[in-house]
């Protein structure tokens, strides 16, 4: 059986109607109740489907181009019902985050994205009503206000609802992929590496029981999360090595225990100094064990050793940690201005004593490798980037070798740096 051959784009004046005369002549007529209400022309077209689709215009013109494009695109296999473009962006939001295979983390920036920045302006329209032009400007203000590192993730959920409505072909292209849309550029921090008498003076600033904790991010270059999920077992002192299993990482306002970035577990080597300061920290301070879900909050509960807890026992929380030691300690080395006086930082500082014995004045002391040599100083270090805004920084740990060279033991020891 053939296909049925459906007939050709047809325009419809719905001012007017065909009245046959008594003479056999055709003439058009106005219709009272419609004459001079609405637009006038209707372009009328089949689907691919066999259903009559219509779409109003003011002009003849402008409805006879539309039903023969609509043709022209049925032929070409590209047509989009243009009933398909009216949904609303918030519903193809919907099926977009269901559609994402990501880590709870990131589905969490992914909803507050939409939440805070797409959906009070694109929330509500049609998908077919949003113009490259407007995406520009509000990518721009949205820059503007909350810096390009935000501009930039609520612009990729934004994309993502588009390209996922050009799929489900509720609309023919993507306005965000217009070249009028200028993406917010990715701008790499500038980076001042440390040298080591700063990096020593950190360390030497941190209260000891958490001192270990910037020597192995020094040595090891672990992530802030990596170090504050450590346990004893993760620590092979006969192979020197680390095993980085997981990290302790933050769910909306809740903690979970997740695989390390990348999802990836790795090895890395472990300097004899520190695993000598690691021993030293267990036998002062012991472990403390903590539960928590397994990469998402309803996943199974998992029990780990940690070195590095709160005084309430819990994990420690990367912000609480920043503000209370870690910016603390970069003020005490210098590093950046002190806090203000009524900040929870200010209150941290004034308790923190430096050590009695400090850095002397020597050149890099020189370290013992396993084989026995000793060599010049090959340690990685950190670096900081300081925003604009008063006492805020952000860790940057630069890998840059694998050994390290001697720390000051837990106790505050400068051990054989000093005299």
Not at 208 to 221: H, T, W
Request: net charge positive.
């Amino acid at each position: 059986m053939e296909p049925e051959v459906w007939s050709v784009a047809f325009v419809k004046d719905q001012w007017t109607r065909a009245v046959k005369q008594p003479s056999g002549e055709v003439v058009r007529e106005r219709k009272p109740a419609r004459w001079g209400k609405g637009k006038r022309w209707l372009a009328v077209w089949h689907g691919p489907n066999g259903d009559e689709v219509s779409m109003a215009f003011e002009t003849k013109i402008a409805a006879e181009r539309h039903g023969n494009a609509m043709e022209t695109d049925i032929a070409r296999g590209e047509y989009i019902d243009p009933a398909a473009g009216k949904m609303r962006l918030a519903e193809v939001a919907e099926r977009w985050m269901k559609s994402r295979s990501v880590d709870p983390s990131s589905e969490i920036q992914y909803e507050s994205k939409w939440r805070l920045h797409v959906a009070p302006t694109f929330g509500k329209r049609q998908v077919k009503s949003i113009k490259p032009s407007e995406i520009a400007v509000w990518l721009k203000e949205l820059t503007a206000t909350f810096g390009p590192s935000t501009a930039r993730s609520a612009f990729l959920v934004l994309f993502g609802c588009l390209e996922l409505a050009v799929e489900d072909e509720a609309l023919k292209k993507n306005p965000a992929k217009s070249k009028l849309v200028k993406r917010p550029p990715t701008v790499d921090p500038s980076i001042v590496v440390w040298p080591d008498e700063t990096v020593d003076a950190i360390i030497a600033a941190h209260p000891e029981q958490y001192r270990l904790i910037p020597i192995i991010g020094d040595a090891a270059g672990l992530r802030q999360g990596e170090i504050f999920g450590l346990s004893p077992d993760d620590f092979d002192f006969e192979e020197r090595v680390i095993r980085v299993r997981r990290q302790v990482k933050k769910l909306g306002k809740d903690f979970v225990f997740a695989l390390p970035k990348n999802d990836k577990v790795r090895t890395v080597p472990m300097p004899d100094s520190v695993a000598e300061l690691v021993q030293e920290h267990i036998a002062r301070f012991g472990t403390t064990e903590v539960s928590l879900p397994w990469e998402r909050l309803d996943g199974d509960l998992q029990a780990v050793r940690l070195m590095f807890t709160w005084s309430d026992g819990k994990q420690i929380r990367a912000r609480n940690f920043d503000e209370t030691i870690w910016k603390p300690s970069l003020a005490l080395a210098g590093v950046i201005p002190p806090p203000p006086e009524t900040t929870a930082a200010a209150a941290t500082l004034s308790q923190i004593v430096r050590p009695a014995c400090t850095l002397c004045g020597t050149t890099t002391p020189v370290s013992r490798s396993r084989t026995g040599s000793t060599s010049r100083s090959s340690r990685s270090t950190w670096a900081i980037t300081t925003r604009a805004s008063h006492f805020a920084s952000t860790r940057i740990f630069c890998r840059r070798r694998t050994t390290a060279r001697v720390r000051p033991s837990i106790g505050g020891s400068r051990g054989s740096v000093c005299g």
